[in-house]
C-alpha cells in the first residue's frame, strides 16, 4: 500500500520515463537474454508479457474492487471514478492476455482456443463478466445511483480473480502450463530475473496509464460540471 | 524466420497495437478536453440580469 501511495507522488512525466525504460530493458532481456525453452523453444517468449500482462489485469480488477469498497464503505467522493477507470484498464490487458494467449495457444497447442480449459474459460467468464460492467454503469443516469449500482458490481466481480487463478490447479487436465506452485516458480535464472522485469513494467505502464486516463476522466466531469453551472 | 519467431513476432505486435491504439485514443480524448477548457476560457461572461420587476404599464 505505501508502496502505491508514494507512486502517487512520482510526477507523471518521471513515470512514463520510467516506465518507457524499463519495458525497453523487458523486451530486450525477453529477446536477447533469456535462454530457450527446453520444451517450448523460441514460442516460450510470448509467456513473459502474456503471463505479465494477465497479472496486470488482475491487478487492475482488484484495484477496480478495492476503491468500488471505499466507495460504498467510506463514501470517498474520488473513488467511483477511480475504480471505473481501473476496471477499464483491466478490460483493456485482458483483451491482451486473451489475444497473445490465443496465438501462444496456436503454437502449443495448435489451436487458437480449447473450450475444455477451465483456465482459459474462466478468465474469459471474468473478462466478459468486467465487459458488462460498462453496460450497467452507462445503462443509469449519472448520479449516486450509478456509483452504487457499479461500486457493487464491481466488488462482486473480485471473487472471479482467484477462481480464475486457482482453475488451473483445480483442474486434472494441464494442458495449460502451471508456473507459479505452493514451492513458488516453476522456473528459475534468466527466466525468472526476466519475468520479474516484465511484471515490473507492465504494472509500472499500467499504473501511467490510470494516471493519465483518471486526470482526463476528472477533468471531463470538471467540464461538465462548469457547462451546467 | 521460423513458424514460432512468426508466432512470437504476432504476439508482441499484438501488444504494441493494442497499447498504441489505446494511447492515441487518450491523447485524442485529452487534446480535445484542452480545446473545450480553452473554449470556456475564452467565452464571454453572460451579461447580468436586470433583477427589477417587471410591470404592465396602461
Given amino acids: 500500500m505505501r508502496v502505491v501511495a508514494r507512486l502517487y507522488r512520482v510526477p507523471l512525466p518521471t513515470l512514463a520515463i520510467a516506465s518507457l525504460v524499463l519495458m525497453t530493458v523487458a523486451l530486450t532481456l525477453v529477446f536477447y537474454v533469456a535462454p530457450n525453452d527446453a520444451n517450448q523453444g523460441f514460442s516460450q517468449r510470448i509467456f513473459y508479457f502474456h503471463v505479465s500482462i494477465a497479472f496486470t489485469a488482475y491487478a487492475c480488477f482488484a484495484a477496480g474492487a478495492w476503491k468500488a469498497l471505499l466507495h460504498l464503505w467510506k463514501r470517498d467522493p474520488r473513488a467511483d471514478l477511480e475504480s471505473y477507470v481501473a476496471v477499464h484498464q483491466g478490460v483493456i490487458f485482458g483483451t491482451l492476455v486473451l489475444l497473445t494467449g490465443s496465438i501462444w495457444a496456436k503454437i502449443s497447442w495448435g489451436h487458437w482456443w480449447l473450450w475444455g480449459e477451465d483456465e482459459l474459460v474462466l478468465f474469459l467468464v471474468l473478462f466478459l463478466f468486467y465487459c458488462a460492467y460498462f453496460m450497467l454503469r452507462f445503462s443509469v443516469d449519472l448520479g449516486p445511483q450509478r456509483a452504487n449500482l457499479s461500486a457493487v458490481y464491481a466488488l462482486f466481480g473480485v471473487v472471479l480473480i482467484p477462481v480464475s487463478f486457482l482453475a488451473i490447479r483445480i483442474a486434472k487436465s494441464f494442458v495449460h502450463p502451471e508456473v507459479f506452485t505452493l514451492h513458488g516458480p516453476n522456473f528459475g535464472g534468466w527466466i525468472l530475473v526476466t519475468y520479474c522485469v516484465a511484471q515490473a513494467a507492465l504494472l509500472l505502464f499500467a499504473h501511467t496509464l490510470y494516471r493519465v486516463e483518471l486526470a482526463g476522466k476528472r477533468l471531463d466531469a470538471r467540464l461538465r460540471e462548469l457547462r451546467l453551472a | ?58
Avoid: N, W
Avoid at chain 2, 1 to 19: H, L, N
Avoid at chain 2, 27 to 53: W, Y
Fill in chain 2, 1 to 58: 524466420m521460423t513458424t514460432a519467431e512468426k508466432y512470437v513476432t504476432a504476439a508482441y505486435c499484438v501488444v504494441f497495437a493494442g497499447v498504441l491504439v489505446y494511447v492515441v485514443l487518450i491523447a485524442l480524448k485529452l487534446q480535445r478536453l484542452e480545446r473545450e477548457v480553452d473554449e470556456l476560457e475564452h467565452r464571454e461572461p453572460k451579461p447580468a440580469e436586470d433583477e427589477r420587476e417587471t410591470v404592465s404599464v396602461g
